[in-house]
C-alpha cells in the first residue's frame, strides 16, 4: 500500500509564516544591536531565508524596523489589557493589575526595551516615528489612572510623566540587566519566583499595595 505524503502547507501560509519569521529575528536582532548595527543579510541569514526574500516582503531596511516597532507595540496592547472582567473595579485595583502584567510583559520581551532603548540613545526620525505612533498614545491612555492615584495619595506626588518613566525603567530594568543580576547576585531575574517578587515589590512601591494577587 503507497504511504501517503504529508501534506503541505498552502504557498500563502507558508508565505505568513516566513513574513512572522523575519519579522521576529529583525526585531531581536534590532533589539541586540540597534538600527546601523543590523544588515539585512543579518536578518536573512538569522530567519533562514534568502535576503532577496526581505527585500520582497519589506523592501528596506528601515521599513523591516518600522514593521517590527509596529509588531512589538500590538504585542504590548493585547498583552498588556486589563481583562474585561476588571471593568468596574476601582482605579487602584485595575492599575494594580496593569502592573503585574506590565512586569510579567517586560519579563517576557526584554527586547523591548532593548530596542527602543538603543534608538533613545542615538534619537531618530525613526524614534520620532515610534514616539508619535505608539508610545505618546500609550501614556496618554494610562496618564488619567496616574493622576488619579497622585490626587487621591494612593500614589507618591510626583510630576505623572515622569512616574511613568520611573514606573517603565522600575519594571524593565531587572530583565534588561538579566545577565548583570546574574553575575553581580546570583539571582536568575527570569526565575517564576524572582518575576513573581519584583511585581509585588513594584506594586508595594507605587501603590502602597501588600500581597501577591494572581494576574
Given at each position: 500500500m503507497p504511504?501517503?505524503?504529508?501534506?503541505r502547507a498552502p504557498k500563502q501560509d507558508r508565505s505568513v509564516q516566513t513574513r512572522q519569521r523575519i519579522l521576529d529575528e529583525a526585531l531581536r536582532l534590532f533589539a541586540a544591536h540597534g538600527f546601523e548595527g543590523v544588515g539585512i543579510r543579518d536578518v536573512s541569514a538569522a530567519a533562514g531565508v534568502n535576503h532577496g526574500?526581505?527585500?520582497?516582503?519589506?523592501?528596506?531596511?528601515?521599513?523591516?524596523?518600522r514593521e517590527s516597532v509596529q509588531q512589538l507595540f500590538e504585542r504590548a496592547d493585547r498583552e498588556l489589557a486589563v481583562p474585561a472582567e476588571?471593568?468596574?473595579?476601582?482605579?487602584?485595583?485595575?492599575?494594580?493589575?496593569f502592573i503585574r502584567r506590565y512586569v510579567r510583559y517586560c519579563a517576557a520581551?526584554?527586547?523591548?526595551?532593548?530596542?527602543?532603548?538603543?534608538?533613545s540613545v542615538r534619537d531618530s526620525e525613526r524614534l520620532a516615528w515610534a514616539a508619535k505612533r505608539f508610545i505618546a498614545p500609550e501614556h496618554g491612555g494610562v496618564l488619567p489612572a496616574i493622576k488619579s492615584l497622585i490626587r487621591r495619595g494612593i500614589m507618591p506626588d510626583v510630576e505623572p510623566v515622569l512616574m511613568i518613566y520611573m514606573l517603565s525603567s522600575a519594571a524593565q530594568a531587572p530583565f534588561m540587566l538579566a545577565p548583570e543580576l546574574k553575575h553581580t547576585h546570583g539571582v536568575d531575574a527570569l526565575d517564576e519566583a524572582s518575576v513573581q517578587a519584583h511585581a509585588d515589590a513594584m506594586v508595594a512601591v507605587f501603590l502602597g499595595r501588600r500581597g501577591t494577587t494572581s494576574t
Open positions: 504511504t501517503e505524503k504529508p501534506k526574500l526581505i527585500k520582497y516582503h519589506f523592501g528596506d531596511k528601515d521599513t523591516l524596523w476588571m471593568e468596574g473595579q476601582p482605579v487602584e485595583r485595575q492599575f494594580e493589575i520581551y526584554p527586547e523591548h526595551a532593548r530596542l527602543m532603548v538603543q534608538e
